[in-house]
């Protein structure tokens, strides 16, 4: 499950751990391990440069997880996280950190980075991409994922096209009438269960939605 939660808190924390049936939690906009608590049976991932917002994934402790011993610690914002041996779980939240960059430009210099990876493993990428879907030949982040390979969950399982989707994962500044499709989870296996949640779902914690993926 991928949530961005729009300013940590530590219920929406426990929302998410509310969820037993999930494995592993992204967390874009997630605090550090000084501002939130992980409850035991979880390992907690964290990287940000600042403490009360930076990107998480917690993960249940009946799975060997580790930071992948190749994770590139200048390519902030990305956490390749090695799952039972077999899965590559590469959480992603592009993040400006200067007037120069753009979110497609850094979300592709992490897809290049790790592409020899991304090949060898079972691999799920996901997160708050903060990229609008468009038409899939007019976004170069699109373009590489089908060029390698790996589909979009949700557009996979509910048969919709990239661009076209019928309900969004983001209200920019919490308006239904600002809303835009910015969260995937791009994978190369098979996609056994997919879930968008509604805003009210969530109870509208964020003006994100969580969207839940089972490979």
Same mark, same amino acid.
């Given at each position: 499950?991928?949530?961005?939660?729009?300013?940590?808190?530590?219920?929406?924390?426990?929302?998410?751990?509310?969820?037993?049936?999930?494995?592993?939690?992204?967390?874009?906009?997630?605090?550090?391990?000084?501002?939130?608590?992980?409850?035991?049976?979880?390992?907690?991932?964290?990287?940000?440069?600042?403490?009360?917002?930076?990107?998480?994934?917690?993960?249940?402790?009946?799975?060997?997880?580790?930071?992948?011993?190749?994770?590139?610690? *200048?390519?902030?914002?990305?956490?390749?996280?090695?799952?039972?041996?077999?899965?590559?779980?590469?959480?992603?939240?592009?993040?400006?950190?200067?007037?120069?960059?753009?979110?497609?430009?850094?979300?592709?210099?992490?897809?290049?980075? #790790?592409?020899?990876?991304?090949?060898?493993?079972?691999?799920?990428?996901?997160?708050?991409?903060?990229?609008?879907?468009?038409?899939?030949?007019?976004?170069?982040?699109?373009?590489?994922?089908?060029?390698?390979?790996?589909?979009?969950?949700?557009?996979?399982?509910?048969?919709?096209?990239?661009?076209?989707?019928?309900?969004?994962?983001? #209200?920019?500044?919490?308006?239904?009438?600002?809303?835009?499709?910015? *969260?995937?989870?791009?994978?190369?296996?098979?996609?056994?269960?997919?879930?968008?949640?509604?805003?009210?779902?969530? *109870?509208?914690?964020?003006?994100?939605?969580?969207?839940?993926?089972?490979?």
């Amino acid at each position: 499950m991928s949530y961005n939660i729009s300013w940590c808190k530590q219920e929406k924390i426990d929302w998410l751990l509310e969820h037993q049936d999930i494995d592993a939690f992204v967390i874009p906009e997630c605090g550090n391990s000084e501002n939130i608590i992980v409850p035991k049976g979880y390992r907690f991932f964290w990287t940000g440069d600042f403490a009360t917002k930076g990107l998480g994934v917690i993960i249940g402790e009946e799975h060997k997880c580790e930071l992948a011993d190749w994770y590139d610690k *200048d390519l902030r914002y990305a956490l390749p996280i090695i799952i039972d041996e077999k899965y590559l779980l590469l959480a992603i939240w592009p993040t400006k950190r200067n007037r120069t960059d753009s979110y497609i430009d850094i979300c592709l210099s992490i897809l290049k980075a #790790y592409k020899c990876e991304i090949a060898r493993y079972t691999t799920v990428i996901i997160g708050d991409y903060n990229i609008i879907s468009n038409s899939k030949n007019s976004n170069p982040v699109f373009q590489w994922m089908n060029d390698h390979n790996l589909s979009s969950a949700h557009h996979s399982f509910c048969k919709e096209e990239i661009g076209k989707e019928q309900r969004p994962t983001y #209200y920019h500044q919490y308006k239904e009438s600002a809303p835009f499709f910015i *969260d995937y989870a791009f994978t190369n296996a098979e996609v056994k269960d997919y879930k968008l949640y509604s805003w009210d779902e969530s *109870d509208r914690m964020s003006d994100h939605v969580p969207l839940m993926v089972e490979i």
